[in-house]
Nanobody, 121 residues
């Protein structure tokens, strides 16, 4: 069992930056691949980025350049740095964990409750 808690969301002006954090419980964090997803109102949950157990990183094509995923296994935490925020980035951002490196949301076993990111023009 893994429990995930996201933090770091908020209201930010376009062009600003945020770093989202996802803290995981348990002693086996390093054995999980971690993913970040987002869901805007009226839209499906979409893949943003993933990081493997061996710290390889993967991004959705539309997210490359402004998003950076990282992990700190000593702190049981995965991060998502978002730079040059745009109003279109407004969404609830979720982190997820799965033993396998995978990208579709349906494949992830454990989910956090999400953190709201709102970007004003």
């Amino acid at each position: 069992q893994v429990q995930l808690v996201e933090s770091g969301g908020g209201l930010v002006q376009a062009g600003g930056s945020l770093r989202l954090s996802c803290a995981a419980s348990g002693r086996t964090f390093s054995s999980y691949a971690m993913g970040w997803f987002r869901q805007a109102p009226g839209k499906e949950r979409e893949f943003v980025a993933a990081i493997s157990r061996s710290v390889n990183t993967y991004y959705a094509d539309s997210m490359k350049g402004r998003f950076t995923i990282s992990r700190d296994n000593a702190k049981n935490t995965v991060y998502l740095q978002i730079n040059n925020l745009e109003p279109e980035d407004t969404a609830v951002y979720y982190c997820a964990a799965d033993p396998r490196l995978t990208f579709p949301p349906r494949n992830y076993i454990y989910w956090g409750q999400g953190t709201q990111v709102t970007v004003s023009p």
